[in-house]
Each structure stands twice: as C-alpha cells, then as structure tokens.
C-alpha cells in the first residue's frame, strides 16, 4: 500500500514539472516576455531609443562601429579585405537615417511573413541586418560573398552598408547576441548559452533561456551550416516567426 502510494506522489510530481515546463515554453513563445530593458541595455551608444507601452523605436545611421575595408583606405577604422576578396561595384559606405520598430512583447504570428530584401533586424551597433537574399531576390552565390569583409557584411547600391552573415565584429563560433529581428526576437550566435548547437524550427530558431533572458524566449541563431563552403554562415532565412514591424530610412 505504501509503495502504491510512493508511486502516486512520483507520478503526481512529474505530472506537475512537465506542465510547469510546458507552461514555462508557452509564456516564452506567446507575448508574456517583455524585451524592453534587454533592448535599451545592449545596443551601443551609436543607436537612440525611445520606448512606449507597447513599442520600443530605434534610430541609428548604420555605419559600423569597427574595422572594415569599407571605410576606404586613410580611415581609421579601415582593413583590408580577406585574402581573395575584394570591394563590389558599390565601393563605399555612408550614413542613412534608419528606424526600426519592433513590439515590446514578441509572439508568434498567426501567419508567417516570408523575409525580403533589405533590413530585416538591426544589429547591436545599428547596422542593419539582411537575409540570405541579394538584388533581383535571388540567393548569396560565392561571387557575391567575395565582396564581404570580414564581418559578412557589403553596402548595396544605396551605400547601405548591412550584415548577411557571421563575422568576427559580431559572432563567430559563439552565443554572443547579434541584434534583434523586426518581429522583435533576438538573433543569437550558431551556439546556446550551454555552448552546444541547438536543434532549430523551419524559422532558424527555438524557446528557451539565453544568458539576456534566463527564463526563456522564442529567439532565432545564425545558421549552424557553413554556407557554399566559404566560412560564412547566414544569420537569418526564411520566414519571421513573429508579425514585424517596420524599419524605414
């Protein structure tokens, strides 16, 4: 009889945890996350916020804040480009007057917006962040790609300079935070906080804790595949997995 009921009390409390982990990753995934002070806390001081109840604005001119052959050789910050690689047809950079919107409590949308051309998220230094796409909507070929520098990153014809991939000014092999998506879910590196690759949904991204929010989030990574073989890896394909706001310039 005691053993019946030892065996009642067990099965109770593992009943109770699996719902209290279910909720947990419900809470995390459907709105219940407020990004507000994570967001005011990260991006440098290059980029100006302003918050409301339900929105969070942010203003940046998109020039990068580190070395890049882009800069034009007698800058500073100038480097040259990776051995074999070399400047596109746009050869230089300059400000633009950037604003992104993204909600204060993401969640998943009821319909899933295919990504497009031009900014889909602004990194932590307010460079804006783009997908796997290049002009005409077609995707990164190895040509194109020898016009990164070495943060994965080129200006279009506008001399917006912006982010495809990893690089070694934003995340390489690692967990750091990269920015935040329109849809207002964080990008992370290839790697989770416990430094293993995680398994990802058909959005390029998973619920659970990161080291910015411990109790977890929905939250997108770089791609773990190195893309055309050429040691880049995208940051972001596919669909949102929230409904996004805007960004204009």
Not at 112 to 131: R, S, W
Not at 170 to 183: C, E, H, P, Q, W
Request: hydrophobic residues 30%; contains cysteine.
């Amino acid at each position: 009889m005691v053993k019946i009921v030892i065996s009642l009390v067990i099965l109770f409390q593992m009943g109770c945890s699996k719902t209290e982990d279910t909720a947990s990753d419900d809470i995390a995934a459907t709105g219940a996350v407020d990004i507000t002070s994570v967001v005011l806390n990260k991006y440098f001081n290059g980029v100006t916020m302003a918050t409301t109840a339900s929105s969070i604005v942010l203003k940046s001119n998109g020039l990068p804040d580190h070395k890049t052959p882009y800069w034009g050789e007698g800058n500073a910050l100038y480097e040259d480009f990776p051995e074999g690689f070399h400047a596109n047809v746009n050869t230089s950079m300059s400000e633009h007057d950037y604003t992104m919107t993204i909600t204060t409590r993401p969640s998943e949308a009821t319909s899933h917006e295919e990504t497009t051309l031009g900014a889909i998220g602004m990194a932590l230094n307010g460079v804006p962040i783009y997908n796997d796409r290049e002009g005409g909507n077609v995707a990164l070929d190895a040509l194109t790609i020898t016009t990164f520098d070495y943060s994965g990153a080129h200006p279009g014809p506008g001399e917006d300079y912006h982010y495809h991939t990893t690089g070694k000014y934003t995340s390489t092999d690692d967990a750091k935070l990269i920015g935040f998506l329109r849809d207002g879910f964080p990008l992370y590196g290839r790697r989770d906080q416990d430094n293993t690759y995680p398994e990802l949904d058909t959005y390029g991204g998973h619920v659970g804790a990161t080291a910015d929010f411990p109790d977890g989030i929905y939250h997108y990574h770089a791609s773990n595949i190195n893309y055309l073989n050429t040691g880049y890896y995208i940051l972001k394909a596919g669909s949102y997995y929230g409904a996004k706001g805007s960004f204009t310039n």
